[in-house]
DNA sequence: CTTGCCTCTGACGTCAATGTGAGGTTTTAG
DNA sequence: CTAAAACCTCACATTGACGTCAGAGGCAAG
């Protein structure tokens, strides 16, 4: 499929595409006249990327996990492990973090509530 | 407490506390000579403000959550805590994406971790 | 062949949080 | 009193993941 066919189906934008594949993270083979064309698992593939973006991991980060789930080799494959185990431990710490501020947010909601019970006795009375 | 103690105090540089102000979202007095001084509550205060942009909220909707815990007002009130629920609701939908995230992320670990146990017969002698 | 849509490269624009530096005042330590 | 350290206000620089525009070519349909 082509680059725009893709972009619809992952939800990506043409220019990210375009992006991902500068970025290393994403291959697409030319046509001879130089248009890319992708196969099937593309989608796929967008999709992870996709998603360790929404996780907040950077593009240099990325590049250097998963070029191993394209070309494992003996070299890349025991840095990127490690560096996997480590962005896996940080994700869960950031989790953590969200589960966290989650109740952090439901306490400023709760104070809020309450607030809203003290002072609600009519709302026109409000000065 | 002056600036500088409050940024060593929270981890925030002085840059990013004189923003948050610059924001609205944190105030300080100002000694004659235009010096900023902060109570003690302004350390929990940077906290939750940190909090909260760890969890990805932008300053513009800290802005429109938070000044009612500062200063509640019934006109800010039922915006802010519609908003409020709404926020809450996409921290948890977001927390909820990243762990599907790391379960892909364990997924392709294990992948990893099969391909090595696989080829790790003898690193030596890979090709 | 031409019209219309898709694609290409390349480069500059954006946004948000923060870094950084200039140029000047204030506070603190000796 | 004086020098260092901390602070002040601009204001421009940076980084990352894109948006967007320009200028040019590719490709199916009428």
Redesign the interface.
Known sequence: MRIGELAERTGASVRSLRYYEEQGLLTSERSTSGQRHYPEEAVDRVA?LR??Y??GLTSRVITE??P??YA???ES?DD??ER??T??AK??A??D??????R???E??S???R??AE?ATD?AT?S
Do not use: K, Q, Y
């Open positions: 992870l998603r360790l929404g996780a996990l998963l191993c789930t494992p080799s003996i494959s990127a492990f996997m185990l962005e896996r994700l869960n950031h989790i973090e969200l589960r966290t501020t989650l952090a947010l439901d400023v909601i104070m809020n509530r607030w809203r002072n709302s409000a």
